[in-house]
């Protein structure tokens, strides 16, 4: 069972964070221009980056509030991928920000619509022994919602088909972070694919490090209530 989301930022904290994260996403090459879109839980619903905002140019106005069911408040449409956010925190209620991006060998590996296989075992890093990736569907659907939303149920990224990659995390700058890895991950194991077909670790193997982590995880999080 996962811990429901407690963080209690105020909305003028959660956009603030919402615009650095965008601009982030640019600065370390995970994103380009207009492309990706980045959200944190707020209340009953999210804040989220408006549609087609550059994020080079972003600001807190265009931070956009919505509801779970795609209504929204203010002058500026939320992002078209708010479906996959919303089916995100309806399927995770431990999720507390949503990261997507086309980064460049996340986004190759996703055109080869393959999963990233436990060649690695930082692959422990997405919550399993591998990073999924769903089927395709087109950009915005509740087809595409319902494929991200039941892969993120126990993951806490994947991998679009087509498109691109998805994080999850309990706060905005923990998705981007994890956004990072799964890219270095990709790049990683396509490297590995232009020599041969990696060694994959074994499911005894991913076992202990997904137990490992765990522990690690329990440490750090009492380590932040001290």
Not at 8 to 25: F, I, P
Not at 59 to 71: A, C, K, N, Q, S
Not at 150 to 169: E, I, K, Y
């Amino acid at each position: 069972m996962n811990t429901p989301y407690t963080r209690n930022d105020s909305k003028a904290e959660l956009r603030e964070a919402l615009v650095r994260t965008a601009m982030e996403m640019n600065r370390k090459g995970l994103n380009q221009g207009r492309s990706g879109n980045v959200s944190a839980r707020f209340e009953e619903g999210m804040l989220i980056t408006a549609s087609g905002c550059h994020f080079d140019e972003i600001t807190p106005e265009h931070i956009v509030e919505t509801d779970l069911d795609g209504h929204y408040r203010g002058p500026l449409k939320p992002s078209s991928e708010r479906s996959f956010h919303a089916a995100i925190y309806r399927h995770r209620p431990d999720a507390g920000a949503v990261v997507h991006v086309h980064s460049p060998w996340a986004t190759t590996i996703a055109c080869m619509r393959r999963p990233i296989p436990a060649f690695h075992y930082m692959v422990a890093v997405a919550g399993g022994k591998d990073i999924p990736c769903v089927p395709y569907a087109t950009f915005g659907t509740d087809e595409l919602a319902g494929h991200v939303g039941n892969a993120m149920a126990n993951r806490d990224a994947c991998l679009m088909a087509n498109h691109g990659q998805v994080t999850l995390a309990n706060s905005v700058p923990a998705a981007l972070d994890l956004a990072m890895e799964v890219e270095l991950l990709a790049r990683c194991y396509g490297q590995a694919l232009s020599i041969g077909e990696p060694s994959i670790l074994d499911d005894g193997q991913m076992d202990e490090v997904l137990n490992r982590f765990q522990s690690y995880r329990g440490n750090a999080q009492a380590s932040d209530q001290r």
